[in-house]
C-alpha cells in the first residue's frame, strides 16, 4: 500500500483489507514522506493485521513506493491496493482462484463511488472494451490502462524490472 498523507482514508482501506475471507500473509504500507499521521494509524492495525510500515524518507510517488513496499517482503504472491481504495471482502479469495485458474497477471474491475451519487458506472464505460485477441491485448493495456488491484507473482514482478519511477 503506497501512503502520501493518507491518515484520513487508511483506517478504512486497512479495514477492508483486515476483513478478508483469505487473510493476508503480509501487509505492507509504505510511508511515502507523509507528514501527516498515516504511519502512526498503519501501526495501530498491528492487532489486527500482519502489518510492516516501511517509511520513506520524501515522497518519491506510488510506483516507487509499491517498490520499497514489495521490497520489504519475500511473499510470493503480490497484491496491490492504493492507501484510499476499498477491498470486497472476498478479493483476496477471488484472485487467488482467478490465478490459479490461469497464472499470471490477474487483474479486478474497480468501481469508483461518490458520495450522494452512488457508484459511478459513466467512469467504467469512459475506456473501450479490451481486445478479444490476444496479439492486441498488450498494446490496450498500455494505452487505456485496464490494470486495478493488480494481483501477481512475485516472479513476474522481477522478471519484468518493478515499477519504474515515472509511473504512478
Known amino acids: 500500500i503506497p501512503a502520501y498523507n493518507a491518515g484520513r482514508y487508511l483506517d478504512q482501506t486497512l479495514a477492508s483489507v483486515a476483513g478478508q475471507t483469505l487473510a493476508p500473509a503480509v501487509v505492507v504500507v509504505a510511508d ?7 504511519p502512526e ?7 489486527h493485521l500482519p502489518i510492516e510500515v516501511v517509511r520513506l ?3 518519491v510517488g506510488p510506483g516507487p513506493a509499491r517498490h ?7 511473499a510470493s504472491l ?3 491496493v492504493d492507501a484510499d481504495d476499498l477491498w470486497l471482502p472476498d478479493h483476496l ?3 487467488v ?10 487483474t479486478a474491475r474497480e468501481f469508483a463511488w461518490i458520495r450522494g451519487r452512488g457508484i459511478d458506472l459513466a467512469r467504467r464505460r469512459a475506456k473501450p472494451r479490451i481486445p478479444i485477441d490476444p496479439k492486441d ?9 485496464y490494470v486495478s488491484f493488480g494481483f501477481f507473482p512475485r516472479a513476474l514482478y522481477e522478471r519484468v524490472g518493478g515499477f519504474r519511477s515515472f509511473l504512478v
Open 32 to 38: 511515502d514522506g507523509s507528514t501527516d499521521d498515516t
Open 41 to 47: 494509524r498503519a501501526r495501530r492495525w498491528q492487532d
Open 57 to 59: 524518507a520524501q515522497n
Open 68 to 74: 520499497h513496499a514489495i521490497l520489504a517482503t519475500d
Open 78 to 80: 503480490l497484491a496491490l
Open 93 to 95: 479469495e477471488t484472485m
Open 97 to 106: 482462484a482467478a490465478y490459479q485458474r490461469a497464472p499470471g497477471l490477474v
Open 137 to 145: 491485448q498488450l498494446v490496450a493495456l498500455l494505452q487505456h490502462n
